[in-house]
């Protein structure tokens, strides 16, 4: 079974080409972010908690996430995986290693679509117009950024040490365009 990470910074496009990928495969789907949305809009106790920290835009708790894969990757273990918006830090990633070590299911692998921080800025405050995003706001982007740097550009060098990952230019081109190069990878995976 596959277990494929789609990486990439805030707006870098994670959830745009995981919809067009999710067209063509059979993949078992999982956008953390999306999830915590749901919990928020649902006013859930996981709601509530993670509410001020996406907003302020810091990460959730390592815990919390691990605990959400778990379950959805034990749940799905039948069919290949494509992961949005996790691992996001070192922590996390050494917990999928070890859950996916558990099942048998072979080792992750990474694609980042790289993108360029000005036009991941601009991206984001188009976005915010559109869907209103409350974390799309210029000072929790720029949070977001600092996360990203802090915690999670990290696990890029994580997975290019175990020989594990690609990249692949999320900046130029139509989303579908960059969908070709990402669709061609993943067959090869
Ligand atoms: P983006 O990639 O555009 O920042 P996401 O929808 O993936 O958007 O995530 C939105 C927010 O949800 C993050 O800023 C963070 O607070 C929280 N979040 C999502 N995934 C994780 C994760 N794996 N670990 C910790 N926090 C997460």
Do not use: C, W
Request: aromatic letters at 6%.
């Amino acid at each position: 079974m596959r277990n494929v990470i789609l990486f990439g910074a805030p707006g870098a496009g994670k959830g745009t080409q995981s919809a067009i990928i999710r067209e063509k495969f059979d993949f078992a789907y999982i956008s953390t972010g999306e999830i915590l949305r749901a919990e928020i809009k649902k006013g859930s106790e996981l709601g509530k908690q993670a509410e001020q920290i996406i907003n302020r835009g810091e990460l959730v708790s390592d815990e919390i996430i691990v605990g959400m894969i778990k379950s959805f990757i034990s749940e799905n273990n039948s069919k290949d995986l494509l992961l949005d918006g996790f691992p996001r830090t070192v922590k996390q990633a050494e917990a999928l290693d070890e859950i996916l070590k558990t099942l048998n299911r072979g080792e992750a692998k990474v694609v980042e679509l790289e993108v360029n921080k000005d036009v991941l800025m601009q991206r984001l405050l188009k976005r915010a117009e559109i869907e209103g995003r409350k974390d799309d706001n210029e000072t929790t982007i720029r949070e977001r950024f600092n996360q990203y740097d802090a915690k999670t550009a990290a696990v890029a060098d994580y997975y290019k040490k175990k020989n594990s990952y690609i990249s692949i230019d999320g900046e130029h081109g139509t989303p579908e365009e960059i969908s070709v190069k990402l669709i061609d990878i993943l067959k090869k995976l």
